[in-house]
């Protein structure tokens, strides 16, 4: 399988991995034959693009790392807002994650502009989760950072659609609607006393940086929770690889350039190096293209090298594992 624009995917290509409505149900399943009505449905909801399978890309596997059950389940949780459930649910994630062995992100982000608060929640959440096994948290405080990773945009649900997806430049009183989703995110959830207190300080502090610049208190990076700073980077990082009604979504490798040139500023260092290591920046399936000037498909990552997967050149099918040859390196994503 591998990843293309929608307006580059053929008549009659077969999907590849299921395309999520604003329900978290399956709009689209796997190995739909993609008629010209559909592409033109999805690229009217918002979808960037989809996995399909195809001769060129035979053998290529990317997994999805949470089951539709549970993609299902935490965004009704999330549209109900019922905050047992939301805990539930990320507890869950946790559990499916731990379940992973040597768990990465290796996926092109596909979400429409209509859901794309709920699965950039389950999104972050899956993110964060994923640096926080990599910086060794114990189960219960993945747990909690699982929880307010889903439920730190919930103070968004207040903010109107014309705001979240308008396409020009917001205005100042509607920047300052949108600055404060923390603060309504962190009273919505401060009186359940189930949910830990560090967890509603993480809902409260994600907007905050390294430098003090922040939002909503302008706190330094000495007084910033771990899972604050955690969240911080992974929302960030998924919101720039998101396809938004106001622009296009950048790719992995620029969204990571972003994080690491934003280091000590806007973001904890160790966050981000923490992020490297877990998100590949050349994703399983996605055509990139090389030093050569040859154009070449992503089969396979190396583990803890994703700069350096292992390809196959389009044009002569000859597959080459980058951590062998080292005269050959990944220019730029051309999908």
Do not use: W
């Not at 114990?138 to 950072?145: A, E």
């Not at 730190?152 to 009183?173: C, F, M, R």
């Amino acid at each position: 399988m591998r990843y293309l624009p929608i307006h580059q995917v053929k008549e009659d290509s077969i999907l590849a991995i299921p395309v999520y409505n604003d329900s978290g149900s399956i709009l689209l399943n796997a190995n739909t034959i993609l008629k010209n009505s559909y592409l033109t449905k999805l690229e009217t909801l918002g979808y960037g693009g989809v996995y399909i399978y195809d001769d060129i890309s035979s053998g290529i596997i990317v997994k999805e790392l949470l089951s539709a059950q549970t993609k299902r389940n935490t965004v009704a949780a999330l549209k109900s807002l019922n905050l047992d459930s939301c805990r539930l649910m990320a507890h869950s994630i946790v559990d499916e994650l731990l379940d992973n062995p040597n768990v990465s992100y290796d996926m092109v982000n596909i979400a429409a502009y209509d859901n794309y608060t709920y699965i950039h929640c389950i999104n972050v959440s899956v993110l964060s989760v994923i640096v926080g096994i990599g910086m060794g948290l114990n189960y219960t405080q993945l747990k909690h950072l699982s929880e307010a990773a889903l439920l730190h945009d919930v103070g968004k649900v207040h903010i109107h659609l014309d705001i979240l997806n308008k396409k020009g430049k917001l205005t100042e009183e509607e920047v300052s609607i949108l600055r404060c989703h923390p603060e309504d995110g962190y009273n919505m959830i401060k009186d359940n006393t189930m949910i830990s207190g560090l967890v509603k300080n993480a809902v409260l502090s994600h907007h905050e940086n390294e430098d003090g610049s922040g939002y909503p208190r302008q706190l330094p990076g000495k007084n910033i929770h771990i899972y604050a700073k955690i969240i911080h980077v992974c929302d960030v990082y998924d919101a720039l690889v998101s396809h938004r009604v106001y622009r296009p979504a950048l790719n992995p490798a620029d969204a990571l350039e972003y994080l690491m040139s934003n280091s000590y500023i806007m973001f904890d260092v160790d966050c981000v190096k923490k992020i490297l290591e877990y998100v590949s920046p050349y994703p399983t399936g996605i055509t990139v293209q090389l030093s050569n000037g040859q154009e070449a498909i992503v089969l396979q990552q190396n583990t803890k090298h994703y700069l350096r997967p292992k390809i196959m050149i389009l044009q002569t099918k000859e597959k080459i594992d980058l951590m062998k040859v080292f005269n050959l390196t990944i220019l730029k994503i051309i999908t």
